[in-house]
């Protein structure tokens, strides 16, 4: 709770706030008029962004540039191994063996000058144009499956092969977000291009219906972020 009401404060006095989740944006939002925050994108899809009210942030993007292929559990476990927070980094971003991270100014030159091995092997960090990402969409695995509505605790259900009772408790936990609000009711009607998360489970899409069974169910499409 700390942490939102420093966010909110910051905000409240025209400052620009740290790097935000989603569960994080949708509390701060909830104590805040409409009027009274931007949103700041570093790329069109990110998962984490800032609030801010006229002054955009000042957000750098490295490239992490490595002789080995990397995962992003691997530069994450490296740069909490620096003792750096979360909320002073964004989006790590692994796409065609290329390594990026946005950072907040206030941190770049310590990260820059400490994050010199992941996986014991020597990497580099170039700043580079922040719009080099600006058209960047993450990438995702696509899948096709039969449901019988359009429910989402019936999607999810079939998604992550559990029960609907399953579903509706992590409603109640608050696990599951959709377009990035949380998720109050089970009886929702997907419609296409939603996206919804679930904790534990990952980012996905809701494309749409490809077509109807003759029992009348659905095959449906829809894409998982990876």
Do not use: W
Request: hydrophobic share 35%; proline share 3%; glycine share 2%.
């Amino acid at each position: 709770m700390y942490n939102i009401k420093k966010n909110i404060d910051k905000i409240k006095r025209g400052e620009h706030t740290f790097f935000l989740d989603p569960t994080e944006v949708i509390k701060i939002k909830g104590h805040l008029k409409r009027n009274e925050y931007n949103v700041y994108y570093p790329y069109p899809e990110s998962n984490k962004v800032i609030l801010y009210q006229n002054k955009l942030p000042k957000v750098i993007l490295f490239e992490i540039k490595s002789k080995i292929p990397l995962r992003h559990q691997d530069i994450l476990g490296t740069i909490f191994s620096l003792n750096i927070t979360n909320e002073v980094f964004g989006d790590i971003i692994v796409d065609n063996n290329k390594y990026y991270i946005f950072v907040l100014d206030i941190i770049a030159k310590y990260i820059k000058s400490n994050l010199l091995f992941i996986k014991n092997t020597p990497v580099e960090l170039e700043e580079i144009d922040i719009d080099t990402l600006k058209d960047y969409h993450q990438n995702y695995e696509e899948y096709s499956c039969i449901v019988s509505s359009l429910r989402i605790d019936t999607i999810i259900s079939r998604i992550t092969n559990t029960n609907r009772s399953s579903i509706i408790d992590k409603i109640k936990n608050k696990e599951i977000l959709i377009n990035h609000e949380l998720l109050t009711k089970s009886s929702y009607t997907l419609k296409e291009n939603d996206i919804f998360s679930i904790r534990k489970f990952g980012k996905y899409k809701f494309i749409g219906i490809e077509k109807t069974t003759k029992k009348d169910n659905y095959i449906i499409k829809y894409l998982k972020y990876v």
